[in-house]
């Protein structure tokens, strides 16, 4: 039943191909402003705190299809919409699990996006320009489990702020809060590495650098050996510890619904 959403999903999403296309556009547009960002931070240099301009580059390429990806998914404010209209109401009288049937429903738009967006343009950039790439096979292994622990990781922790919504409908600020929180501990933007000492402990103590540092260190090689374990087992147990977090506030969340206005 679950991957008949995601059917319906993928099929949804290649009706709006125009989308696809902005889409990609705009990842262009955010590649070209991150390169020349960090080309003018190096100045010149070929290493900057031990990594290479090469691999920089590699880190930036994979950061922003990690972010395309992850995008791709249900927003906030589309958990929020259906509990301010009172669709929430209708998901809950159907025989499903719904925040199973979120996951399996971001499965297919997900998968559109990467087979018509992020494969052909990123399979292009990496063909193209001198960047870092996984050397070997299990490290590529390692970076794709890396990188769906971060995608689940976060789904959670995303869903979690949304079912906030039941109690204060309104949620604007906690959105604000969570994407605040996404882009500066995680490492999409900045590599946790640049971070000054004091912000680089408070990260690696957050769930944060789970979703996009971990993955992104693995595919250019600065995260390997007894490390890389470390930082694999530090995301199944963030995973572990906020899917308890989603199943909890649903429970409590299917038990309150408010819908404003009726």
């Known amino acids: 039943m679950y991957w008949e959403f995601s059917r ?80 929430i109401a ?19 738009s997900i998968a559109f996006y990467f087979l018509t967006a992020i494969l052909p343009l990123y399979g292009l950039l990496f063909y193209l320009l001198d960047t870092t790439l996984p050397s070997s096979l299990y490290q590529w292994s390692m970076f ?7 995608y689940l990781l976060r789904y959670c922790i995303e869903l979690t702020f949304g079912l906030f919504s039941f109690w204060l409908v309104e949620t604007g600020g906690v959105e604000d809060i969570f994407y605040f929180s996404i882009s500066l501990f995680s490492g999409s933007v900045i590599p946790l590495w640049f971070f000054p000492g004091w912000l680089a402990t408070l990260a690696g103590w957050l769930p944060f650098q789970a979703i996009f540092f971990v993955p992104n260190s693995i595919f250019i090689g ?9 930082a694999l087992l530090g995301q199944v147990m963030w995973l572990i510890v906020f899917y308890a977090v989603l199943r909890y506030v649903w429970l409590k969340a299917s038990r309150k619904v408010v819908v404003q206005g009726g």
């Open 8 to 87: 319906k999903s993928f099929q949804r999403a290649a009706a709006y191909r125009f989308d696809a296309w902005i889409r990609v556009i705009s990842n262009i547009m955010l590649l070209f402003m991150w390169g020349f960002i960090w080309y003018g931070l190096y100045g010149g240099q070929d290493t900057v705190e031990g990594v290479s301009f090469e691999a920089m580059l590699g880190y930036i390429l994979i950061s922003q299809a990690l972010q395309g990806i992850h995008g791709a998914g249900t927003p906030l404010w589309e958990i929020q919409e259906r509990v301010r209209t009172g669709d």
């Open 90 to 108: 209708m998901e809950l009288l159907r025989p499903y699990d719904y925040p199973l049937r979120m996951l399996f429903s971001d499965f297919g």
């Open 144 to 150: 794709v489990v890396s990188a769906v622990l971060g």
């Open 222 to 230: 600065e995260l390997t050996g007894q490390a890389l374990i470390h």
